[in-house]
């Protein structure tokens, strides 16, 4: 049933959906094994993931260096696809496309403080990660 919710997977974990692999002991994580959720259902693990959609930084894709694909030609393609209800900067997000995108609905209020407390220390935040002016 947890399935065809996204907020649901992580009930999915270490289930009955799952396959439970574990990485060997790992030397540089003091031999501690890694947990690595794979979808034990038809369709594998696009079944069991968050639905969550984040462009890569600009740099990844300039650093390509493939013609045709630099930030300033897949930047349109992006704003093209996103349907963006958050009213971030139309610069970076588009607002007429068909991949609907808002932001996570419930927020942890331990995860804003820790964000509060790195932007105290001078880490700064990011309100837009699709916004590659950040």
Not at 13 to 28: A, I, L, N, V
Not at 45 to 61: A, I, K, P, V
Request: glycine share 14%; proline share 4%.
């Amino acid at each position: 049933k947890f399935i065809r919710i996204p907020a649901g997977v992580l009930r999915l974990f270490r289930s009955e959906f799952d396959w439970q692999y574990e990485s060997t002991g790992e030397s540089h994580c003091n031999g501690r094994r890694i947990f690595l959720q794979r979808g034990k259902v038809w369709g594998g693990s696009s079944c069991t993931n968050l639905g969550l959609h984040f462009r890569g930084s600009s740099q990844d894709y300039d650093g390509w260096g493939v013609p045709g694909w630099g930030s300033v030609d897949v930047l349109p393609v992006f704003k093209k696809t996103q349907h963006d209800v958050t009213g971030r900067s139309d610069e970076a997000n588009g607002k007429d496309g068909e991949w609907f995108m808002d932001d996570v609905r419930y927020q942890n209020p331990l995860s804003k403080r820790f964000l509060e407390v790195g932007a105290a220390a001078g880490l700064g935040t990011n309100p837009d990660f699709n916004d590659w002016s950040h």
